[in-house]
């Protein structure tokens, strides 16, 4: 089983920058394939950003490609949100999530995670 917590959410100024982070604990955190989603009021929880486990590979959301960034550190403990000119619109309650083997198709989808983290606020006025 693993644990998720999440951190560094708040409220920015339109076109401000927060960092989220995502903890685990769980020895296999390392191996699981980590998501960022996010969810605001009325609306369904989305897809944001991803880092696969085996390939290393990055995946983003085209609401967030170029302003988002996902990372992790060396011992795949932790994984990063940078987010850069934040816009009202991404106003949200953010996720973390590992899943185990999701591949390139499930990476994206909440569907195929089974290990969630509380979700951290974040707020962008404008």
């Known amino acids: 089983q693993v644990q998720l917590a999440e951190s560094g959410g708040g409220l920015v100024q339109a076109g401000g920058s927060l960092r989220l982070s995502c903890a685990a604990s769980?020895?296999?955190?390392?191996?699981?394939?980590k998501g960022w989603f996010r969810q605001a009021p009325g609306k369904e929880r989305e897809f944001v950003a991803a880092?696969?486990?085996?390939?290393?590979?990055?995946y983003y959301a085209d609401s967030v490609k170029g302003r988002f960034t996902v990372s992790r550190d060396n011992a795949w403990n932790t994984v990063d949100l940078q987010m850069n000119s934040l816009k009202p619109e991404d106003t949200a309650v953010y996720y973390c999530a590992a899943g185990y083997g999701l591949g390139a198709m499930g990476i994206t989808n909440p569907r195929k995670y089974d290990n969630w983290g509380q979700g951290t606020q974040v707020t962008v006025s404008s």
């Open positions: 880092i696969s486990w085996r390939s290393g590979s990055t």
């Open positions: 769980g020895r296999t955190f390392r191996t699981y394939d």
